[in-house]
């Protein structure tokens, strides 16, 4: 075939191709059918879909069907899900795609592992304005770990509490049966007596507790650093000498406060200081010290106990936890001490870290932030 006929139907074939394509393309890029995935909206997004999606306020995101972002609240701006302008999370991806099919709102409470700070959340997916959907997160950590907490409290207390109930009834039972002999009588009362105690610390913890969970800041005024350590360390000689354990408070200069509800700093340090006499051997030092800076005041207790596991040193601070129940029980803990600590700290604004060594001993520092204004200091 001569080549300028190559040339010719070559021409001819290229030319027809492009008129067919032409209304090809232009028709696939106008679709507007439900249920085009790889149709982008031209218009501008519509402001009630903007203010419908601001007005929920925390996670909220506006899609094309195509998964392309148009719209993000402030909040799910920090979610790790998206790549540039594309929703790259299967799962949100998922249920935005089922509300796209159906038409309607869906809701889902999901688990997640990838949402940064998000463990587990109410999703809803809503087809919005023919062209979109909206997809809303409402983060249900907190509130469900919240939850949990409570449960775990009063299946704890229960037990605590049944414990010294029933030693209680079976002790008056030996009481009654045994009122002919004096020995006896002596025995079990002495036995009923410190049931009774417990009962009370725990009584006093669980309300201690409660009180550290729900600060008062109508209580609140400078204190004495000095004094708070003063007191705490009093309340205590008498079972040290006891335990043949030292108590040792360094000086602390008289002008130094902090702003907080001063009964309740004195029982945070308190705990600390019951704690580091409970679990010292005999012979051994407890020491109280505090040091500050221009940004905050550190109490510290230290002991030279047998010290805390390392997988224990976080736990330590949850309610009725104990890292050794028989030796707890021996001592009287009720295992809300730490806890009261935590609560009582952070309701200050302040925090309490843990340096421990198995067999050397533990540390335990209160920081709170220095006020920033002076005033009378007394507690």
């Known amino acids: 075939m001569p080549e300028a006929v190559v040339w010719i139907a070559g021409g001819v074939l290229g030319a027809t191709l492009a008129l067919l394509a032409t209304p090809i393309l232009t028709w696939l890029s106008r679709r507007t059918r439900d249920g085009d995935r790889w149709n982008e909206p031209e218009r501008p997004l519509p402001e009630v879909a903007r203010d419908l999606a601001g007005a929920y306020g925390g996670y909220a995101m506006i899609l094309t069907p195509n998964h392309r972002v148009v719209y993000t609240s402030a909040l799910a701006e920090t979610l790790p899900v998206f790549h540039g302008t594309r929703l790259i999370h299967e799962g949100l991806q998922e249920l935005a795609d089922h509300a796209w099919a159906a038409g309607e709102i869906l809701s889902r409470r999901l688990a997640f592992t990838d949402l940064g700070p998000i463990a587990q959340a109410d999703v809803r997916a809503t087809r919005l304005a023919g062209r979109y959907v909206l997809l809303t997160v409402t983060d249900l950590t907190a509130t469900l770990r919240s939850r949990q907490i409570r449960h775990d409290f009063i299946a704890n207390i229960g037990h605590e509490l049944r414990t010294p109930v029933t030693a209680v009834d079976l002790i008056a039972s030996a009481l009654a049966a045994g009122a002919d002999d004096p020995g006896t009588v002596r025995h079990f009362a002495s036995r009923l007596t410190q049931e009774s105690r417990r009962l009370a610390r725990l009584t006093e913890d669980m309300m201690a507790l409660a009180k550290a969970q729900d600060q008062d800041s109508s209580r609140f005024r400078t204190v004495s650093v000095r004094e708070v350590v003063l007191e705490a360390a009093a ?6 000498e006891g335990a043949e354990t030292v108590i040792g408070v360094a000086d602390v200069p008289s002008d130094l406060v902090v702003y907080g509800d001063p009964g309740a700093l004195v029982t945070a340090v308190d705990n600390l200081i019951a704690n580091a006499v409970a679990y010292s051997p005999p012979g051994s030092r407890v020491e109280v010290g505090v040091r500050a ?13 047998i010290g805390i596991e390392p997988e224990d040193q976080e736990r330590v601070f949850e309610r009725f936890y104990r890292t050794d129940r028989a030796r707890s029980r021996r001592t009287g803990g009720t295992g809300l001490g730490l806890a009261i600590v935590r609560n009582t700290v952070s309701g200050h604004g302040g925090r309490v870290t843990l340096t421990s060594q198995v067999g050397v001993g533990s540390t335990f520092t209160i920081r709170l932030p220095r006020p920033t204004k002076r005033k009378d200091a007394r507690i």
């Open 235 to 240: 309340r205590h000689r008498t079972t040290a």
């Open 293 to 305: 800076d221009l940004a905050e005041v550190a109490i510290a207790v230290a002991d030279q106990g």
